[in-house]
């Protein structure tokens, strides 16, 4: 089992771009949280997806958007990139309240 | 408003040392509390829940409700214990989001 991975690894960004990040999930788990963890700092929520659906959503504006597809993958999008959107952003995934897996992340930056 | 203090940005410690990595919290209601950590290189990984009352590596932490604290301990520090230790809690009822303090990094020297 490969654990929840992520694509791409890095990349670059100019203002105003949009950017779509994707996470599968770990093997059998159903709910996929994304978080956003910017220099020096922990990890904040951002939203989280289960059953193709938004389910819980942190404090982030409407530029970020999600989705989930029937194979419990996920995107996520964030439109007008700003620069301070420049962070690493990680994919978790869970089933039913048991461990919190997370993948390695995509660091964006936005120049 | 949930929130997770951890008052520390860095911890340096010798070998054999003890280590406590302290952690309050501010929520209203019965959170789960968490320590996750990651090594050098590597992704966020559960170290462990205060639910479970396990010791995993060592390292053991207790839920203090009184003072809204989860201090992370271990009696004997070792090398490979360096790393950054992230604090976290989430909602008991199962909601899956957690909420991190913002990390203290961890060094333990030879």
């Known amino acids: 089992d490969a654990g929840v991975t992520q694509s791409p690894t890095h990349l670059i960004k100019t203002r105003g771009q949009q950017v779509t990040l994707r996470c599968s999930p770990k093997?059998?788990?159903?709910?996929v949280s994304w978080y956003q963890q910017a220099l020096g700092q922990g990890p904040q929520f951002i939203f989280q997806?289960?059953?193709?659906?938004?389910?819980q959503r942190g404090n982030f504006p409407d530029r970020f958007s999600g989705h989930q597809f029937p194979n419990y993958s996920s995107e996520l999008n964030v439109n007008a990139l700003l620069l301070g959107d420049s962070a690493l952003y990680l994919c978790?995934?869970?089933?039913?309240?048991?461990?919190?897996?997370f993948g390695e992340g995509s660091w964006l930056t936005v120049v | 408003a949930q929130r997770v203090t951890q008052p520390e940005k860095l911890l340096s410690v010798f070998k054999g040392a003890p280590v406590e990595l302290k952690c309050n919290y501010s929520?209203?209601?019965?959170?789960?509390l968490f320590w996750y950590v990651q090594y050098s290189r590597q992704r966020l990984q559960l170290l462990l829940r205060?639910?479970s009352r396990e010791s995993i590596k060592g390292f053991t932490a207790d839920l203090n409700k009184g003072e809204t604290s989860f201090h992370l301990k271990k009696p004997f520090a070792q090398e490979e214990d360096s790393a950054m230790y992230y604090c976290?809690?989430?909602?008991?009822?199962?909601?899956?989001?957690?909420?991190f303090g913002k990390g203290t990094k961890l060094t333990v020297n030879p």
């Open positions: 978790a995934s869970t089933r039913s309240g048991n461990t919190i897996y």
């Open positions: 093997s059998g788990h159903d709910t």
């Open positions: 997806y289960y059953e193709e659906e938004e389910r």
């Open positions: 976290a809690l989430s909602d008991q009822g199962g909601s899956e989001k957690l909420v």
């Open positions: 929520y209203s209601g019965s959170p789960e």
């Open positions: 205060h639910i």
